[in-house]
């Protein structure tokens, strides 16, 4: 007897998928060339706007981290080479995969976990526990929720940025018709509502994830950055 089993994923979520095989891909190939430069001659061309943007992550990142900054830069820059990609997707034709609420929410519990996971690792679970009872016991239940519903936020408020912009280039396709709609795709709403307001709505969330990562770690250097 055989069992056969359908999938009717969400375009978000087909959407997703492909992302990260095309972040996965990317990752593989700037890696090698990386590995096969001479460390003593310059870079130049696409990897040297590689190496610079990347350096520059590091640089930001070791502000809230400190001498701990290689512990969580890995899992930072890939939530960001992730909401990079994703938020951009339509300009090769796919969904935006955070304005589908189900691949939001999932997001928002990857975060969760990362704070949380990271937050008991670095702390451990009694000091953790203190953390979140100070500066009074009493307030243990508030630190809770708002350790719970952070995160969530975030990714809401990414589902909501990104959904409104879908829904703003949609209102205006409708309103100026095919051959309206074809010159502001390609000259003005594409380079706005996915370059631009993508690329913003990536590095917000970011950065935010940054520094609440930071403040569950409690790492050296988030006072003075």
Do not use: C
Not at 73 to 100: D, H, K
Not at 212 to 222: I, T
């Amino acid at each position: 007897m055989m069992i056969e089993l359908t999938y009717d994923f969400s375009p978000g979520f087909k959407a997703s998928i492909v992302v990260t095989l095309i972040i996965i891909v990317l990752s593989i190939v700037v890696g090698r060339r990386i590995e096969k430069k001479d460390p003593t001659a310059p870079i130049k061309g696409p990897l040297f706007v590689v190496v610079m943007v990347f350096d520059m992550l590091n640089s930001f990142i070791k502000q809230f981290y400190g001498e701990e900054w290689r512990r969580f830069a890995p899992i930072l820059i890939a939530v960001l080479m992730f909401l990079v990609f994703a938020n951009t997707a339509t300009l090769i034709g796919l969904e935006t995969p955070l304005a589908s609420f189900s691949v939001a929410i999932t997001f928002s519990i990857i975060a969760f976990l990362i704070i949380q996971v990271s937050g008991l690792i670095v702390r451990r679970p009694l000091q953790r526990f203190k953390d979140l009872s100070s500066p009074s016991v009493l307030l243990l239940p508030v630190n809770v929720i708002s350790e719970i519903s952070t995160p969530f936020a975030m990714g809401l408020r990414l589902f909501g940025n990104l959904l409104s912009g879908s829904v703003i280039a949609a209102i205006i396709f409708n309103l100026l018709g095919s051959f309206g709609s074809l010159i502001a795709t390609a000259g003005i709403l594409h380079p706005i509502f996915n370059l631009g307001f993508g690329l913003i709505q990536a590095f917000v969330y970011f950065m935010l994830l940054t520094i609440f990562l930071a403040m569950s770690v409690e790492a050296e250097g988030v006072s003075d950055s």
